[in-house]
């Protein structure tokens, strides 16, 4: 074996970006089923910020390392897996445990990255293309020639979803902050400021008669807002609570509130229809119906990125240890898209 250590990183509790701590140890080794890939990269995603607030929904008591997802080499495999797989650049969602230059997953949960794509590329599309393309086609069923309302079109999630739209034959418009406009003008997305207020005035001078799917990650009103924009027999996916972010208190609340409201929704008889998306929630189908959707989206977003129907947008790239600086970047949302953390 080399002689390279291990590097991770320990969310220890409640803590400020600086109160992460950098852990240094052996290299894990793979047991059945199970390989150890090394780190090329990996992200910082909304759920480590709220994960360092005690926020994220079902996360692990602390200490834990955090990193929802994770791209690099097949270093070693375990007992029962396919040796060639050694060398190989694999992508994974793992919810916990990216934030190491070493991570052990089972390898029914690796995806192959195609040849031709890198590292950091292929990080900013894993969760965030995973949610949007599962968003987009599994839950609003999208068709050429309809219209859609993206939040946060320059987020991590946002701008990738903003793409796969548009590849679709979908028409987007997007709220941003007005110094995105100019990029999603370019991109040919109308873009609306969310500061200037009043934002569902603007989205219906655009779309008279509704949109044909809302896509919403701030909850709490907005959601209501984003509700009554849907043209009939359109959809609204809410897939988080951006505006409960610096909250305290409970951490389920704001989530049942949501699931009541759509269970609330979907009982009125009037052709819309609202889903509260988690990423996760596939799992109630069976481990491997699970995994074989993830590798059929992941697969199909990589295609898109080979494509250049996708663009990787890293907004910048800070080494494993700069992680302090890294979430702080991430929580400062002056940047658009993913912030990719590096050996």
Same mark, same amino acid.
């Given at each position: 074996?080399?002689?390279? /250590?291990?590097?991770?990183?320990?969310?220890?509790?409640?803590?400020?970006?600086?109160?992460?701590?950098?852990?240094?140890?052996?290299?894990?080794?793979?047991?059945?089923?199970?390989? @150890?890939?090394?780190?090329?990269?990996?992200?910082? *995603?909304?759920?480590?910020?709220?994960?360092?607030? %005690?926020?994220?929904?079902?996360?692990?008591?602390?200490?834990?390392?955090? $990193?929802?997802?994770?791209?690099?080499?097949?270093?070693?495999?375990?007992?029962?897996?396919?040796?060639?797989?050694? /060398?190989?650049?694999?992508?994974?969602?793992? =919810?916990?445990?990216?934030?190491?230059?070493?991570?052990?997953?089972?390898?029914?949960?690796?995806?192959?990255?195609?040849?031709?794509? $890198?590292?950091?590329?292929?990080?900013?599309?894993?969760?965030?293309?995973?949610?949007?393309?599962?968003?987009?086609?599994?839950?609003?069923? @999208?068709?050429? /020639?309809?219209?859609?309302?993206?939040?946060? +079109?320059?987020?991590?999630?946002? *701008?990738?979803?903003?793409?796969?739209?548009?590849?679709?034959?979908? =028409?987007? !418009?997007?709220?941003?902050?007005?110094?995105?406009?100019?990029?999603?003008?370019?991109?040919? @997305?109308?873009?609306?400021?969310?500061?200037?207020?009043? @934002?569902?005035?603007?989205?219906?001078?655009?779309?008279? %008669?509704?949109?044909?799917?809302?896509?919403?990650?701030?909850?709490?009103? *907005?959601?209501?807002?984003? #509700?009554?924009?849907?043209?009939?027999?359109?959809?609204?996916?809410?897939?988080?609570?951006?505006?409960?972010?610096?909250?305290?208190?409970? =951490?389920?609340?704001?989530? !049942?509130?949501?699931?009541?409201?759509?269970?609330? #929704?979907?009982?009125?008889?009037?052709?819309?229809?609202?889903?509260?998306?988690?990423?996760?929630? /596939?799992?109630?189908? %069976?481990?491997?119906?699970?995994? +074989?959707?993830?590798?059929?989206?992941?697969?199909?977003?990589?295609?898109?990125?080979?494509? %250049?129907?996708?663009?990787?947008?890293? +907004?910048?790239?800070?080494?494993?240890?700069?992680?302090?600086?890294?979430?702080?970047?991430?929580?400062?949302?002056?940047?658009?898209? =993913?912030?990719?953390?590096?050996?």
């Amino acid at each position: 074996m080399s002689t390279e /250590g291990l590097v991770e990183v320990v969310l220890p509790g409640k803590v400020e970006p600086e109160g992460l701590q950098i852990r240094r140890g052996a290299v894990p080794s793979a047991g059945p089923g199970q390989v @150890v890939v090394r780190m090329e990269a990996t992200g910082v *995603s909304f759920a480590e910020q709220q994960m360092r607030r %005690g926020r994220y929904y079902d996360q692990p008591p602390f200490p834990f390392v955090p $990193g929802y997802d994770v791209v690099g080499t097949v270093l070693t495999v375990g007992q029962g897996v396919e040796p060639g797989l050694v /060398g190989t650049r694999v992508a994974a969602l793992v =919810k916990v445990g990216g934030w190491a230059s070493h991570v052990v997953i089972e390898a029914a949960d690796v995806v192959e990255v195609p040849e031709g794509i $890198g590292a950091a590329e292929a990080e900013t599309v894993v969760v965030n293309g995973i949610t949007a393309w599962q968003m987009l086609h599994r839950k609003a069923g @999208v068709r050429a /020639g309809q219209t859609v309302l993206v939040h946060g +079109a320059n987020g991590g999630v946002g *701008s990738v979803l903003v793409q796969l739209a548009q590849a679709a034959g979908v =028409k987007v !418009i997007g709220t941003a902050s007005k110094r995105h406009h100019d990029a999603l003008r370019e991109r040919g @997305v109308v873009p609306v400021d969310y500061r200037a207020g009043n @934002v569902a005035a603007r989205v219906r001078e655009l779309a008279p %008669g509704g949109v044909d799917a809302v896509f919403d990650h701030v909850g709490g009103r *907005s959601v209501v807002d984003s #509700w009554g924009l849907l043209a009939p027999g359109g959809t609204l996916v809410s897939y988080g609570s951006a505006s409960t972010r610096d909250d305290t208190g409970s =951490k389920q609340w704001p989530v !049942i509130k949501l699931l009541g409201r759509v269970w609330l #929704w979907n009982a009125l008889p009037n052709r819309r229809r609202a889903y509260f998306f988690n990423i996760w929630a /596939g799992r109630s189908l %069976g481990k491997d119906r699970f995994r +074989a959707r993830l590798r059929a989206d992941l697969t199909q977003v990589f295609a898109a990125l080979k494509r %250049g129907d996708v663009t990787a947008q890293i +907004a910048a790239q800070l080494p494993l240890t700069s992680v302090a600086d890294a979430m702080r970047l991430a929580e400062s949302g002056t940047v658009a898209g =993913k912030i990719v953390l590096n050996p």
